[in-house]
Each structure stands twice: as C-alpha cells, then as structure tokens.
C-alpha cells in the first residue's frame, strides 16, 4: 500500500505527465503562465546539472547502475521540478484550498523518492530549496513590465543568464536545453497574436491540444532517428530537442488552423 502511495505522489514528476500537463496549459489555458513555466523548467534543468555536478554527491547503489557512470543526486532534479511546476501554480491562482495541497504534496513527495530509494534522504529538501528560489527569480523576470506583452523575450533572456553554467556542465544534454529554450521562444513568438482560442469550439480546442499531443509523441518517438544521419553525434540531442520545442510552441497554431478550414468546408 505505501509503494501505491509513493508512486502516487511522484506522478507529477514524471516526464509524460510533465509534457501532457504543459501541452494543455500552453494550448488550452493560458500561453503566458505554461509557456513562462516551460522556460523556467528548462532553466532549471541547467541549474540542476550544474549543481550536481558541482556537488558529486553518489546515487543510492540500486539506482546508479540504471543511469550513466557520472549520474549524481544533489539536489534531487525531480524534487527540483516538482516544486517549480507546483508552486508556479500555487502564485498563479492563489487559491487557498490548492495551495494547502501543493504544500502537502511536496511533504509527500520528498517522503515518497527517498522511500522509493531513488535519493538519499538530504537529496529531496536540497531540490526543493532550489527549486523554490529558482521559482521567485524566473517569476521576477517574467514579471518585468517590458517583458509582460512579449514574454517570449524572456525566454531568450533567462537562455543568456544560464549560459555560463554551460561550461561547468557535460554537454548532452544541458546544451539541449538552453538550445531547447531558444526554439520554443522563436516559435512562440511567430504565434503569438495569431492564435487565440477565445473565438475557437471546445472542439476545435480539444483537436488542437490532441493534435500537438501526437506531433510531440512523433517527434519523441520516430524524429530522433533522422537526425543521427543529419548531424554528428554530439549534436544529435541538440538538433532534436530544438525541434522538439519549436513543434511544442507551433503545432497547436497548425492544427488550429485546420480546425477551422475543415469547419468551413462542412458548413459550407
């Protein structure tokens, strides 16, 4: 029953339900707050490499054989995640009923991924510490006034201010991810105010989020492949992942816009 549990609670630091949960929120809820916290997830992910690497601290023996030889634990980069995802949209709605959960949540999940064993027990708090400050810093930025009518130029800024740490840190797949945030900004900018979904059918909005579900599956799955003939190794994450982001921030405009000329034509 507790392992039920424990696997419950870390459901929210799993990558599918990550990418599901953004694909939603940027293409059925609001751009500005996903799209916001996908950039600062990104940046995060770069922070947590550096920190780790920085630190060295082992895995626990039994998850270390199931990841690469130079795979560290301080601080806990789901932990990280988790807090920043959750916490972002506590100081979102400001709902007092969601952020008692959000607080008992992350109780549970810092009880749950030592549990698990997947960290020894000073890993979690060490992620949550970060992720919670890293959550206040990207929201301050996001928060400027000349970045609020064009937040996607915030995703360009916080790419630059997390550079440096790129040379303290291996290159794949932390490249990947500053690359990663250049791509979505570009194809966020190229979208925003073409595609609003106040005009549009729950239909047409439900079609849309399905639409970019399956073309990031795609991408996930099958487009990998092409760019090992593409680029060179070393690349080949990089290349990819760039991609990835593009189609995440695009997508859902195409399929939109398909929507609503096969809408045409039935009506017609």
Same mark, same amino acid.
């Given at each position: ?6 696997? @419950? ?36 992910f770069i922070l947590n490499k550096f920190l780790k690497h920085?630190? +060295? ?21 789901? @932990? +990280? ?13 400001? +709902? ?71 040379f303290f840190v291996p290159w794949v797949p932390t490249v ?56 060179? +190794? ?15 921030? @695009? ?18």
């Amino acid at each position: 029953m507790l392992e039920i549990i424990a696997k @419950t609670l870390l459901l929210p630091g799993q990558e599918w339900f990550i990418m599901i949960l953004l694909i939603i929120g940027f293409w059925g809820i609001k751009r500005r707050i996903f799209g916001a916290l996908l950039l600062a997830l990104l940046g995060s992910f770069i922070l947590n490499k550096f920190l780790k690497h920085f630190f +060295q601290v082992p895995l626990p023996p039994g998850v270390a054989p199931n990841l690469d030889a130079k795979a560290y634990g301080f601080p806990s980069g789901h @932990t +990280q995640s988790v807090t920043l995802i959750l916490t972002w949209l506590a100081l979102e709605w400001k +709902q007092r009923w969601f952020s008692i959960g959000v607080v008992v949540w992350l109780a549970g999940y810092l009880w749950a991924i030592v549990h698990m064993g997947y960290h020894y027990p000073v890993d979690p708090p060490a992620g949550l510490i970060v992720g919670l400050w890293w959550c206040f810093t990207c929201r301050w930025l996001f928060d400027r006034p000349w970045i609020k009518d064009q937040p996607y130029w915030a995703g360009v800024l916080l790419a630059l201010g997390v550079s440096p740490l790129l040379f303290f840190v291996p290159w794949v797949p932390t490249v990947g991810y500053f690359a990663g945030m250049l791509g979505f900004s570009l194809g966020w900018s190229l979208i925003e105010g073409r595609c609003e979904f106040s005009s549009q059918s729950f239909f047409g909005r439900m079609f849309s989020i399905f639409g970019v579900i399956v073309a990031v599956l795609l991408c996930h799955i099958y487009i990998k492949g092409w760019f090992h003939v593409l680029l060179p +190794q070393r690349w080949v994450f990089i290349g990819w992942f760039t991609f990835l982001a593009f189609v995440f921030s @695009t997508a859902g405009y195409v399929f939109r816009r398909a929507w609503g000329k096969a809408s045409t034509i039935v009506s017609a």
